[in-house]
């Protein structure tokens, strides 16, 4: 991937809630637990209906290769289990527990070495997750082996708007991520970590870095810098400023030897090695222009859309509101309130809606404006022309596959074109036709 032209775009100037510190979200009467984490296999539940559970009760663990432990995010009473459908849009049993407030704990046991054996097992054990792919992080690991990695990256800061839960973590909890960055690299051959902060939290940076230094950690390591553009930390884009690889969107990050793990991933490493917890929630972001209660809360998994707006407070409440789950450029707006954050949710974003209430898209002028921006240098206008005038064959031909779905061509676009969404649909049809051959 070339980066010669691409500046990265930045469409707001300030991020509304960084250098909060991570509190927990009030506890919920009930916790609607999905069994499914994005695109990855459905788990089977572990429990039944009226079993009592305590906070890190194994509660459903994988049917086949893919899948993952889950835990229960509190102690209560099982009271259903059954399908209903998901932040993605997609149907998947769910495990209902009432919560009993006793505040039971039951904790991972504990483990007698930091070998990379242990450690790959702990992440499987632990259910922890890719934050972005909803992958189990295992699974990166354990079938390649991790040492097949040479490069590992962790990313301290995010470009994205809205989302501060790395760079919070890096600055109230630098010991746990620097710690758990301590582990990838145990399972890695890389011979130093690379810390990678946005050119905006150079002073963070320098904290972590003497931190590492006081505490004098037993590794090398290196801190790189990226601008603060969106969106600069996108795996593809990163991987070609950090370590001036070009990787094509499809091809491994594995084969280049090259790993990126996040301070959020870091931390929950951490927590699952030394303190043996496993993952029960999501430090998630919750943010936007008419939101009382911003600010960076550990959300436990199964919380419901609806107590989260309940949370968070309508600041105007004469104007609407839409919710959307991920960054305001390329997140997706949930209407159903009866739906259970998940472990891939990053930031929560309560905007009021008259920023978004022209749904109308009108013809293309030829601007050139989405070319100019695309970071990955594809033409959105012809894309979009040829699905709309079904010339699927061209799709292919037009790198439709490499697009990473950031919303910088829909979001310049004068002409208001829906360009993201139908370039998202013609990568699924290039993708399914490529699949049929
Ligand atoms: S959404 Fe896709 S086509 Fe549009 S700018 Fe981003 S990468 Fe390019
Ligand atoms: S930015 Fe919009 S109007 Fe301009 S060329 Fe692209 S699709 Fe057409």
């Known amino acids: 991937m070339k980066l010669v032209n691409f500046k990265g775009i930045h469409p707001f100037t300030k991020k509304l809630s960084v250098g909060i510190d991570v509190t927990p979200l009030r506890p919920m009467e009930f916790y609607n637990v999905p069994l499914k984490v994005k695109n990855i296999a459905e788990s089977e539940p572990a429990v039944q209906i009226g079993d009592e559970v305590k906070q890190g009760t194994l509660i459903a663990k994988p049917s086949g290769n893919f899948g993952i432990n889950?835990?229960?995010?509190?102690?209560?009473?099982?009271?259903?289990?059954?399908?209903?459908?998901?932040?993605?849009?997609?149907?998947?049993?769910?495990?209902?527990?009432?919560?009993?407030?006793?505040?039971?704990?039951?904790?991972?046991?504990?483990?007698?070495?930091?070998?990379?054996?242990?450690?790959?097992?702990?992440?499987?054990?632990?259910?922890?997750?890719?934050?972005?792919?909803?992958?189990?992080?295992?699974?990166?690991?354990?079938?390649?082996?991790?040492?097949?990695?040479?490069t590992l990256i962790i990313l301290m800061d995010s470009t994205d708007l809205n989302s501060s839960t790395n760079q919070t973590l890096a600055e109230y909890k630098t010991e746990e991520v620097i710690n758990g960055a301590k582990y990838f690299m145990n399972i890695t051959s890389a011979p130093h970590i690379i810390f990678v902060f946005t050119e905006a939290n150079r002073k963070l940076a320098a904290k972590v870095k003497k931190h590492i230094l006081?505490?004098?950690k037993n590794y090398d390591f290196k801190i790189k810098f990226i601008p603060n553009k969106y969106p600069f930390d996108d795996p593809y884009i990163l991987t070609s400023l950090v370590c001036g690889k070009s990787i094509k969107k499809g091809n491994s990050f594995l084969e280049a030897g090259i790993t990126i793990e996040n301070a959020e991933s870091c931390y929950n490493f951490c927590r699952a090695v030394e303190f043996n917890k496993p993952v029960t929630g999501k430090i998630v972001t919750i943010d936007g222009n008419n939101a009382i209660r911003k600010g960076n809360y550990f959300?436990?998994?199964?919380?419901?859309?609806?107590?989260?707006y309940d949370f968070i407070g309508i600041d105007d409440k004469e104007t609407s509101s839409i919710l959307i789950e991920g960054n305001v450029m390329a997140g997706t707006a949930q209407y159903n309130k009866d739906i259970s954050v998940s472990l891939t949710t990053d930031s929560l974003i309560l905007q009021k809606f008259d920023e978004y209430d022209a749904p109308k898209e009108y013809p293309c002028i030829s601007c050139g404006k989405c070319a100019s921006v695309c970071p990955v240098f594809l033409n959105p206008k012809n894309i979009d022309n040829a699905y709309l005038n079904e010339r699927f064959d061209e799709i292919p031909k037009l790198n439709t596959h490499a697009c990473i779905e950031c919303g910088c061509c829909s979001y310049v676009c004068p002409a208001r074109r829906f360009?993201?969404?139908?370039?998202?649909?013609a990568k699924h049809y290039d993708k399914t036709s490529r699949g049929a051959k």
Do not use: C, W
Not at 299 to 308: A, D, K, T
């Open 70 to 150: 889950i835990y229960s995010p509190v102690s209560g009473k099982v009271l259903n289990i059954f399908s209903k459908v998901t932040l993605s849009g997609e149907y998947a049993k769910h495990i209902l527990i009432m919560n009993d407030n006793k505040n039971e704990v039951q904790d991972l046991p504990e483990i007698d070495s930091v070998s990379d054996v242990t450690l790959i097992s702990r992440l499987r054990e632990a259910g922890m997750v890719d934050t972005i792919s909803g992958m189990p992080t295992y699974l990166k690991y354990a079938y390649v082996g991790g040492r097949a990695y040479r």
């Open 214 to 216: 006081d505490t004098k």
């Open 299 to 308: 959300v436990q998994n199964g919380v419901s859309i609806e107590n989260i």
């Open 419 to 425: 360009l993201t969404q139908r370039i998202a649909a």
